[in-house]
């Protein structure tokens, strides 16, 4: 099995950062594309940002120019710093992972989520 844990959130004031972290751990051969994904109560869950093996990144379109993504292969890490946050970033923000696991399944997991919320 494979979990993913986030840590990180937190309350903060519009206009600061937050940097959130996510931990893969478990019966992992190699992590592929990892991501980050918000979704407030009574949303569909929403696609932030994304980082493949290699290191390439995308973002969506609110949150590009604030937001960046990053990944530490060897500590099966990825992080996502938030800065000039908005009110409208608040969200449980949810880490997502496609893990090859040994015996060469690829697998797709989430974390629990971790509350960021931004006061105006």
């Known amino acids: 099995q494979v979990q993913l844990v986030e840590s990180g959130g937190g309350l903060v004031q519009a206009g600061g950062s937050l940097r959130l972290s996510c931990v893969a751990s478990?019966?992992?051969?190699?992590?592929?594309?990892m991501g980050w994904y918000r979704q407030a109560p009574g949303k569909q869950r929403e696609w932030v940002a994304g980082?493949?093996?290699?290191?390439?990144?995308n973002y969506a379109d609110s949150v590009k120019g604030r937001f960046t993504i990053s990944r530490d292969n060897a500590k099966n890490t990825v992080y996502l710093q938030m800065d000039s946050l908005k009110p409208e970033d608040t969200d449980v923000y949810y880490c997502?992972?496609?893990?090859?696991?040994?015996?060469?399944?690829?697998?797709?997991?989430w974390g629990q989520g971790t509350q960021v919320t931004v006061s105006s």
């Open positions: 997502n992972a496609d893990v090859t696991v040994y015996g060469g399944q690829v697998k797709n997991y």
């Open positions: 478990g019966y992992i051969f190699s992590i592929n594309t």
């Open positions: 980082i493949i093996s290699g290191g390439s990144t």
